[in-house]
């Protein structure tokens, strides 16, 4: 919505939540207190505030002056009920469409922009146009279009400004010229796809599903390249140099994690099952399957590198968020492969740049173990990498974050206790740098003979 404001100043963009919260961080004097970090977003945002673009909790007037209202809530598997474990939690959409349907005015134009299984823009309209009393006395009219969000996060300002496409899915000519007419701002026409509804809402199904599938596809491949000495970077070069396969999405690393990946393909495994497509849906869920095996592979490896047991060692691990360039923690590999180690009896000296000891502690919740009133398990949060390595017995590089690439590994190396071991789930300890390293040394797909 931010970039939206910004490429069309006579445009004016109002963002509503329920959330008192979240607004006021949002209209924060101090830019740093945003409840989102996104590289760009800041200067975005202080271009355009109070401009043409709002943050607000009047959620009433905000529908009621709009002439274009996006449902951007969030769409969670549902973790009870029918379709519990697999299905989208629909409850903010349709409460969402319950609130237009009450407070809009005239024409509105309603754009799904959540992530939703496919056939939610049906459920939208019906809610929409259920409420005939209200509509014949106000002469409310709706239209609803699909127009799912690619960009990722880390680079959402860029995906944004220059996306591979923008899809509008919908039937009513009108709507569909209106959204375009915001995109062709700055978006060459060729880039806009118009399509079906429900083609548009599958894409974006498909869109995750194919991308996660990718990384499901090297990350097991980067398993059998530790068996057979193979190298994976070598294999990925090699693969990527085929234009038919491409470069893109081959890095191995601990396993995909953020918001949308999981509950995409559990989505879609769902929609299969509910068609009857069993033997789609099995193929769809290993996808999920090997993730949860990569993970786990990991923290078991390490418990096994380190003598087959971690109790009581002193662990650095670096990284947090599910990628680089973000504090988004949700579905982060580190969240598991953190809890396994505790679990185990590790002390865990967690850092990550930019994800805060407070947002790891919701995502781990225990600080320390005990049994039998001995304290068996623990972490902390560290802010100096060195003084965390030394004495340590372990580092555990979960995130791709440049700032671990440029550390001195080096001299991390020699403040280790030996014997000792570097893990780099990333793969992004170069060979030049592995020479000096004075550490027993496992990098995911590496070949494990050489080491
Ligand atoms: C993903 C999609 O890339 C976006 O197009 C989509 O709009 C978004 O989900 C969404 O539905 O909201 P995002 O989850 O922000 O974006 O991040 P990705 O860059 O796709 O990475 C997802 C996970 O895969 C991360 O944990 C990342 O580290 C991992 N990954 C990615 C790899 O392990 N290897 C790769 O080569 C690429």
Not at 163 to 173: Q, Y
Not at 355 to 370: A, H, Y
Request: net charge neutral; hydrophobic share 40%; proline share 3%.
């Amino acid at each position: 919505m931010s970039v939206i404001a910004d490429n069309c100043p006579d445009i004016e963009v109002t963002l509503v939540d329920i959330d008192h919260k979240k607004i006021a961080a949002w209209n924060d004097k101090n830019l740093s207190n945003l409840p989102i970090f996104e590289p760009g977003l800041k200067e975005v945002v202080s271009r355009n505030r109070n401009k043409n673009l709002f943050f607000s909790t009047d959620i009433e007037n905000s529908i009621k002056n709009a002439d274009m209202v996006f449902i951007s809530v969030n769409t969670p598997t549902k973790n009870k009920g029918f379709g519990a474990g697999y299905a989208s939690d629909l409850k903010w959409v349709e409460s969402c469409a319950r609130q237009v349907s009450k407070y809009s005015k005239g024409h509105t134009i309603i754009v799904e922009k959540s992530t939703v299984p496919v056939k939610t823009a049906e459920l939208i309209e019906e809610i929409l146009v259920s409420n005939k009393k209200v509509k014949s006395v106000n002469k409310k009219t709706f239209s609803v279009l699909s127009s799912p969000e690619f960009l990722a996060e880390g680079t959402a300002i860029k995906d944004l400004e220059n996306p591979d496409r923008v899809l509008i899915g919908g039937s009513d000519k009108f709507a569909i010229n209106q959204l375009k007419d915001i995109y062709l701002r700055w978006i060459p026409e060729e880039k806009i796809l118009l399509t079906n509804i429900w083609s548009s809402e599958l894409s974006k199904l498909i869109a995750n599903a194919f991308l996660a599938q990718r990384v499901s596809s090297i990350n097991s491949i980067s398993a059998l390249c530790e068996s057979t000495g193979a190298d994976i970077k070598e294999v990925v070069k090699a693969i990527g140099s085929d234009k038919r396969i491409g470069n893109k999405f081959l890095s191995p690393g601990p396993g995909f994690g953020g918001s949308c990946f999981k509950k995409d393909i559990l989505n879609l495994v769902y929609l299969c099952r509910f068609y009857k497509l069993d033997t789609v849906a099995e193929y769809w869920e290993q996808v999920m399957l090997i993730n949860n095996w990569q993970k786990q592979r990991i923290s078991s490896l390490v418990v096994e590198k380190l003598y087959g047991t971690v109790s009581n060692k002193k662990i650095l691990m670096l990284g947090f968020s599910f990628k680089s360039n973000t504090n988004d923690t949700r579905e982060s590999p580190a969240i598991g492969i953190a809890k396994d180690l505790i679990e185990n009896g590790a002390e865990l000296l967690l850092n990550d740049p930019k994800v805060t000891k407070n947002q790891i502690e919701k995502e781990i919740g225990i600080r320390e173990l005990e049994i039998d009133k001995i304290s068996f398990g623990k972490w902390e949060f560290v802010n100096d990498i060195y003084e965390a390595s030394t004495g340590a017995d372990a580092v555990i590089l979960i995130t791709d974050w440049d700032k671990y690439e440029n550390l001195n590994w080096e001299k991390i190396s020699n403040l280790l206790r030996k014997p000792s071991w570097i893990f780099d789930t990333r793969g992004i300890i170069t060979d030049d740098l592995l020479q000096k390293i004075d550490s027993n040394f496992w990098q995911v797909g590496y070949p494990m003979t050489n080491s």
